[in-house]
């Protein structure tokens, strides 16, 4: 045999890795709501349109970029956040691998504005498709604005697989809702196809955030949970036994902060409300778990939900025990909030 060997082009291998980055309107949110974070805005707007596949916008008012990066930002590889490889075992940031910017704007067409405060101006940039179209100064208030248009418009069989407006939608409410929840700090506002969906107050109170993204009936029926060990800390809100799921949604997870979808934790949980529930239904939960991060891998799956934990026995038995404890206390939230 005698073929060819060739490495691909950037934009060749760009969509090629949106492919793991980018699964649906939902991922892209994820990802540029994350930078908006990390990025240390106190406010952040989400517009979505028709299930983000035509239209997603993201307001921030955080560092923005200075215009000799801009371009950069794009590229593939391209990061801020760490700078080499020990930087991963101790990572603060919801983003690190760099390549969120890139492999979204290789599969659709993008718009950004971003100015930071040291900067009197702000640049816009305009990518279709990872081809960069327009750059150029503008005036605009600091932070970043990102408008994500017609997303997979050039990758067919992916546009195929996207599902109806309404599903969609429910995927990407799911997400800022978890994202506006592991911020209480960040005013968050979330509106879809011109109606406002909700917004939390950005005043650091978790129960008033809850408040402002589930109904009244979610929130009366929590109990308050904070447990401390050694190098541990569990804090946040479990469901009275009695307000079960028939699925697992509303069992959210944070580990330092990131979303994180976990076996061990689950089954911790599940575990401790076993003789306490209704067989095949599931507990509620709103629980934030800070470890050091040194204990922990993040590095596990491009979407960066997994997490692995070094001292996985030690971990289970903490959360397990919390909830009994949580479970027997019975503490709910005060009326005082409730009432608004
Ligand atoms: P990562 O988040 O893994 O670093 P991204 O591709 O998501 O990779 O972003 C690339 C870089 O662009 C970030 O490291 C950051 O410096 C910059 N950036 C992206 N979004 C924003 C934002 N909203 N505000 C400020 N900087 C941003
Ligand atoms: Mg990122």
Do not use: W
Not at 317 to 329: R, V
């Amino acid at each position: 045999m005698n073929r060819k060997i060739d490495i691909l082009d950037d934009l060749t291998i760009n969509k090629i890795a949106a492919g793991e980055v980018v699964e649906a309107p939902y991922s892209v949110v994820k990802e540029l709501v994350e930078n908006a974070i990390d990025a240390g805005a106190s406010t952040i707007t989400l517009e979505i349109k028709d299930g983000g596949k035509k239209y997603i916008r993201i307001t921030d008012n955080g560092a923005g970029i200075k215009e000799e990066y801009v371009e950069k930002a794009f590229m593939r590889h391209s990061t801020s956040k760490i700078t080499n490889i020990d930087d991963l075992n101790n990572i603060n940031s919801l983003g690190f691998r760099g390549e969120a910017l890139a492999s979204i704007a290789a599969v659709s067409q993008a718009e950004m504005i971003t100015r930071p405060d040291e900067q009197q101006y702000g640049i816009l940039i305009e990518i279709t498709g990872g081809k960069t179209e327009i750059i150029r100064k503008v005036g605009c208030p600091v932070g970043t604005t990102i408008i994500i248009k017609n997303l997979f418009f050039n990758t067919p069989a992916r546009l195929k697989f996207m599902k109806s407006n309404n599903a969609e939608t429910m995927k990407i409410t799911e997400i800022i809702i978890r994202l506006s929840l592991s911020n209480p700090g960040i005013a968050f506002k979330y509106i879809n196809n011109n109606n406002i969906m909700f917004t939390t107050p950005g005043n650091n109170i978790l129960s008033q955030a809850i408040l402002s993204v589930f109904d009244k009936d979610t929130f009366k029926n929590l109990i308050s949970l904070e447990q401390n060990e050694l190098n541990m800390k569990l804090h946040g809100y479990i469901g009275q036994p009695s307000f079960v799921r028939g699925n697992r949604n509303l069992q959210i997870i944070y580990v330092n902060g990131r979303y994180v979808k976990n076996k061990l934790i689950s089954k911790a949980i599940e575990e401790a409300y076993k003789e306490k529930i209704i067989i095949n239904k599931h507990p509620v939960c709103i629980l934030n778990l800070n470890i050091d991060p040194s204990l922990i891998d993040v590095n596990v799956h491009p979407a960066k939900t997994e997490v692995k934990f070094e001292a996985e026995e030690q971990i289970y038995d903490f959360i397990y025990k919390s909830i009994i404890s949580a479970l027997q206390q019975n503490t709910t939230i005060p009326n005082l909030i409730a009432v608004k």
